[in-house]
């Protein structure tokens, strides 16, 4: 194992790194198998066989389907607290184009977002956590099936997961390529956005195209209201405001026939907002203009707006509390507290409107290959590992100390 190329330090990471290959070998080996949202059945099996030999206090399985979550009760729970963590095990519906030995041997299916690394970071937490103890309360580890698009979260919520296990806060981190390795950033507020899919269909008269004249051109209509949307955030959205409206698909008609106008077409998109207010104002002009714009044409359009993930909204006691945690592993230099937050969506955010809690960014570095996520060429940098176990168990052992002696 190569020397990390980071500094870091106390307890918990100096213990944790003396396990770093193992961690690196779980890793590696579930990036080999990946599986997308609730079919996460390998991974399931090798999650549980790694807590087994952590000598957690419970295991358990079926939460949301393919969930599991686990628990280490510290050397007291005088206490009562209980503190959750949670990694996100799914995959992506993605080919894979690296070329080293532990890549996907899966077809079309590839760890292109890290969550193999989440899923290893959690289990080295777990490790050490159940080889210290040194806390008083209850930790509460959950392995959280589809999260890209399958709202896992949610569905282990609506399983009873905190009813089972009422945590007081939870927190979540993710791999920032963006960021170098040996870095955290997180904000007391949006981390990320809410994602919205939008779907219009537009119905018209189909008709030849030489004679147009007598047709309801939806290709027409849907050219307008491609670019009209872009007119919503821009004119109806403060500018100290964020939101996005991007309409990515369009299919109308058969390209093999080129004379030929269609009588319908569906455009297809996503709306990301941080604030319900914003995401209420985009969602009734998008409506409204759509519906005019059809209307001027002689056509009709039918908008299909539908709430996929919240934004990720941290609560800021606990972000400030996260902060500190990391700041006293890698110091204040590399621990960035007012991180900008990003488009992108996280269920993770199901979560935060439940319970207090925070979600950070663990730096890693964009590799050799650019590293992007979502990305053909993406992998897990396994340097971070160590460093990610220790922050999950960082944020145990701080937020349930154990009494002074």
């Not at 309409?247 to 080129?258: H, T």
């Not at 991180?339 to 269920?347: I, V």
Request: glycine share 10%.
């Amino acid at each position: 194992m190569q020397p990390l190329r980071y500094k870091a330090g106390g307890r918990a990471f100096a213990h944790i790194a003396h396990y770093h290959p193992e961690l690196t070998a779980l890793r590696r080996d579930l990036h080999a198998h990946p599986e997308l949202g609730f079919e996460e059945v390998y991974t399931g099996s090798r999650v549980k066989e790694a807590l087994k030999a952590c000598g957690v206090d419970e295991i358990h399985d079926g939460i949301g389907r393919t969930g599991i979550v686990a628990v280490v009760r510290g050397r007291s729970t005088a206490s009562g607290s209980m503190v959750g963590l949670r990694a996100d095990m799914d995959a992506l519906p993605l080919a894979e184009h690296n070329d080293f030995t532990w890549k996907s041997c899966k077809q079309g299916l590839m760890h292109g977002c890290g969550h193999d690394g989440h899923t290893a970071m959690l289990v080295g937490a777990a490790r050490y956590l159940a080889e210290t103890r040194n806390f008083d309360g209850t930790a509460v580890l959950i392995f959280q099936p589809g999260e890209e698009g399958f709202a896992g979260a949610r569905v282990m919520m609506e399983d009873g997961l905190f009813d089972r296990f009422p945590v007081q806060s939870v927190y979540a981190m993710h791999n920032w390529p963006a960021m170098k390795p040996g870095t955290v950033g997180l904000n007391p507020g949006a981390m990320m956005a809410a994602a919205d899919r939008v779907t219009i269909e537009i119905t018209g008269r189909g008709g030849h195209g030489a004679h147009a004249y007598q047709t309801v051109d939806v290709v027409l209509v849907a050219a307008h209201i491609i670019t009209a949307a872009q007119s919503i955030v821009a004119r109806n959205v403060r500018p100290i405001e964020s939101a996005v409206v991007s309409l990515c698909a369009v299919q109308a008609g058969d390209l093999g026939a080129f004379s030929v106008l269609p009588g319908s077409a569906t455009l297809v998109g996503t709306v990301r907002t941080f604030d319900p207010q914003v995401q209420e104002t985009v969602e009734r002009r998008l409506k409204e203009m759509c519906n005019a714009i059809a209307l001027g044409f002689g056509a009709t359009a039918t908008v299909h707006y539908e709430r996929i993930y919240p934004a990720t909204i941290n609560s800021e006691s606990e972000a400030l509390f996260a902060g500190d945690v990391a700041e006293a592993i890698v110091g204040s230099d590399h621990v960035v507290r007012d991180l900008e937050p990003s488009m992108g969506a996280e269920d993770f955010a199901f979560m935060l409107q439940t319970k207090p809690g925070a979600y950070l960014r663990i730096g890693q570095g964009m590799g050799a290959s650019g590293g992007a996520l979502h990305n053909s060429r993406y992998d897990f940098n396994d340097d971070i590992l160590p460093l990610g176990s220790a922050l999950h168990a960082s944020l145990i052992e701080q937020s349930m100390p154990l009494p002074a002696l």
